[in-house]
């Protein structure tokens, strides 16, 4: 019997692929050690991880949040089996009720960190931090990797309600409509004003005045050097790099939006 999926991710043309099916089960296959067929991702304990909430791939790992919000990975380079393990943070606690989870899909083997966000608000980053992704100075010292989520600096007050990512860059939506980011600015990716550095503490997003902060924004995605942002009256606003007409501008008008463009 075929599997019906709701939703499919990969990391690239060449890489796995995994997607949820309609029975909440989290499914991989194109690897070479589990082959083409699609097969179940199991727990630590070789049971079928049940009710999935979401899921995210990188060229070498498979990320399964199950019904509690707990993260399953899968070594898609070690293990020829379907087993993964649960993902634990600094202080050995599972951590959970996450509710979505992001890689930088565009970043190389050297830049791939994953976001993630919980039901309460908080947000976890793991990975290797070049720009100081990580949102934590410490990271800096033990060689800007990190194995294991870490909360990010600036953020515990945010009450974030959606995150996004870029190839260097990350954004966090809070309840109160405005945007935070961190990260690397190259082509303006955090949209803080120019010049602004890289930096490890989140700051607000600034609005088309490049002075006042962007507002009423319900949603956000992230592309490889930027993000756009969707309004509540629909509106879409971006800011970043415009190097191949990505925020629908003419080409030459700038290659850089320091702030929030229409």
Known sequence: NYAKFIKIVSADATAAIMGITDDKR???????KLGLT?????????????NVQDIAITTNKAYIVDGDGIIHVLDLTQ???ST????????????????????????????????????EGKVYNWGESPNMLIGDDAAISYGYKYAIPVMINGTENLNAKDIAVGTASAFVLNSNGNV??????????????????????PGLVLGIDG???LSNVIAISGFSDGAIAISKDGTLK?????????????????????NACL
């Open 79 to 81: 293990f020829s089996s």
């Open 211 to 213: 002075i006042t902060p």
């Open 26 to 32: 989290a499914m991989v296959w194109n690897t070479s």
């Open 84 to 119: 993964s393990k649960v993902i634990k943070d600094y202080k050995g606690n599972t951590v959970k009720n996450v509710i979505k989870i992001v890689p930088n899909l565009e970043g190389n083997y050297e830049y791939q960190f994953v976001l993630a966000l919980t039901k």
């Open 38 to 50: 699609p097969v179940v991702i199991k727990d630590e304990n070789n049971n079928q991880i049940n």
């Open 238 to 258: 971006g800011w970043g790099s415009n190097e191949y007409g990505t925020l629908i501008r003419p080409y030459a008008s700038s290659y850089a939006y320091y």
């Open 180 to 201: 935070y980011s961190w990260g690397n600015n190259e082509g303006g990716a955090l949209g803080r004003g120019n010049p602004v550095r890289d930096g490890s503490v």
